[in-house]
């Protein structure tokens, strides 16, 4: 379970489709981010030093979403599982199966089918999957 500052949106979504629990801090201060990350027992991901520096915080150098992908799961360990349990990217919650290559999320209702975004989306993970030595 990983929690994303405000600076990490885009890095959040990206671990939800990868299917991790991933929640998102918008407007919190660095004292709610950790209090919040204690509470649910979730590791903070931030791009500020300061936060960083939190004994269940990890700072990300990265720039580019397939590396800061790819440092999140070796510094954490977390595991991904795509596309065999995704999560809604905006609501962060597992997406129920509604046929070949069709998905919904329950909680907003939100529909998702593999189309020109699939591309991209499997393009990065295996770029991830290639800088750690994934099997699938």
Known sequence: MLLFDEMLKKLCRWFRILGVDSAYAK???DREIEEWARREGRVI????????KRPNAVFLESEEIASQIAEVIKKTGVKVAFPNRT???LCNRA???KG?????????GKEYWVGSHWKNIT???EQVRKTLKITP
């Open 123 to 125: 393009k990065v993970y």
């Open 100 to 108: 070949e290559k069709r998905w919904e999320c329950p909680n907003c």
């Open 45 to 52: 991901i931030t791009k500020d030093k300061e936060l960083g």
């Open 87 to 89: 999560r809604c990217p």
């Open 95 to 97: 997406l129920v199966e």
């Open 27 to 29: 407007g919190l201060s």
